[in-house]
């Protein structure tokens, strides 16, 4: 919930491993008994309405930022980039070189919108964290990280949009199902790199050394084709006191990463539950069956793209070819795409939180440690300032999991089988 300008984009290459995420959380502090009594990790009224206010600031946030990308956006590719494209056709360097103009073009275009959205961005990202105390980061630390952020991906859409661009100038009307086929291809190898080379940038992970957790883990992952070598503790609380835990990469590189912040809170038990809800996701194929989803979107999102794109480039003579679409449509390129992706986001939240409650039931039936399950909600609920029961139409547009009181309330039912 942060106000990246390209977070769409961030978003889009660590989807194979933020897909997954338990989204939990918990403050560092010295281990709390977790007994069975957990009526004491429950909400205060007043915890409860601070939670609520955080919710509601954070939603703000995220609304003023689609808005403000969607604004942007469609003054620069309805109003502006015309004007900025036949500029830059004035420079002797760039005015036959369509490859290189684009490039200018895409920064011009990256470097305006962040000016527009960074306010937001550090207001979301670091000035509210704080405010509410779940940021570790000093105002530099969450500086640099924010542009390694948006270095990565400017570089990344770059790519994507000159690859693109390039597609529809050398294959014409066919460019769209081979761009779908190609992000495709790009989104399965970013998913094997993604733990190994781009998540280092951010975060330091290592092999969970805690042999008595190892052992309980390894019980868990007997037979489910998921190597216990392959339990990482991911440093989370260099940045937050927010904990987290999820199933990442593809092949080779697939792993659950725990959170430190969770690693020094939680019981066994719950480690176990919260473990056995990763496997879940291996276990169902949760990675491949988004990744698949992907295809689709994106195949359905080009061809929007390639209807509007020409019908928005064409003179009235007739339908413009497509070696010669102006470069000046990239920004409704990025427009349409944007908008595509707010649209279709509510039903991708709800097949996520489906995903959710099936890992949740098979933490539950795995484990059999219904009290662990609830009492590590709760207290995540408490120490999180997750609000455990927001709005419902809040829920089905925008959240990828189910609100917590609701996920306790499915525990509470469980019998197991
Ligand atoms: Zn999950």
Not at 94 to 111: E, H, K, N, P, S
Not at 190 to 196: I, S
Not at 364 to 392: C, M, V, Y
Request: glycine letters at 8%; a negative charge; hydrophobic letters at 45%.
């Amino acid at each position: 919930m942060d106000g990246d300008p390209y977070g769409h984009l961030i978003e889009a290459v660590f989807a194979p491993i933020r897909s997954v995420p338990l989204n939990e959380s918990a403050e560092p502090r010295p281990t709390e008994p977790s007994g069975p009594n957990h009526q004491a990790q429950e909400m205060t009224p007043e915890q409860l309405a601070e939670a609520k206010r955080y919710g509601r600031q954070g939603l703000v946030c995220d609304l003023a930022d689609r808005a403000v990308d969607i604004v942007y956006l469609g003054i620069m590719a309805l109003v502006l980039a015309p004007t900025i494209d036949a500029w830059l056709r004035g420079w002797p360097l760039l005015a036959d070189r369509w490859t290189l103009r684009l490039a200018v073009m895409y920064l011009i275009v990256f470097g305006a919108h962040l000016a527009v959205s960074f306010p937001l961005s550090l207001y979301s990202g670091h000035v509210l964290e704080h405010r509410y105390g779940l940021s570790n980061q000093t105002c530099g630390a969450w500086l640099w990280r924010y542009a390694k952020r948006m270095t990565l991906g400017a570089a990344l859409e770059l790519a994507m949009y000159v690859g693109l661009f390039w597609l529809i100038w050398t294959t014409g009307s066919y460019w769209w199902p081979l761009a779908a086929g190609a992000s495709f291809l790009v989104t399965v190898l970013l998913g094997q790199l993604a733990p190994v080379l781009i998540l280092p940038l951010f975060y330091h992970t290592e092999r969970l050394d805690y042999p008595e957790l190892l052992a309980r883990l390894g019980k868990l992952a007997e037979g489910t084709g998921l190597s216990i070598e392959g339990v990482y503790r991911l440093d989370l609380s260099e940045e937050t006191v927010k904990g987290n835990a999820m199933l990442v990469g593809l092949g080779r590189t697939r792993r659950v990463l725990l959170g430190d912040t969770l690693l020094g809170q939680y019981s066994l038990d719950e480690l176990e539950v919260i473990f056995a809800h990763e496997i879940g996701h291996h276990v169902f194929r949760h990675i491949w069956k988004l990744i698949l989803l992907g295809l689709v979107y994106s195949t359905v999102g080009f061809w929007i793209c390639d209807r509007l794109l020409v019908l928005w480039a064409s003179p009235a003579s007739g339908p413009i070819p497509y070696a010669q679409l102006p470069i000046y449509t990239l920004p409704l390129f990025m427009l349409i795409l944007r908008v595509f992706f707010n649209l279709v986001e509510p039903i991708q939240n709800t097949i996520s939180r489906h995903y959710e409650r099936q890992c949740d039931r098979y933490a539950l039936e795995q484990t059999g440690h219904k009290e662990a399950f609830i009492s590590a909600f709760l207290r995540l609920s408490r120490l999180n300032k997750d609000d455990p029961d927001p709005p419902w139409l809040e829920t089905a547009l925008l959240h990828s999991h189910p609100p917590i009181g609701r996920r306790v309330a499915m525990a509470e039912a469980f019998d197991r089988p």
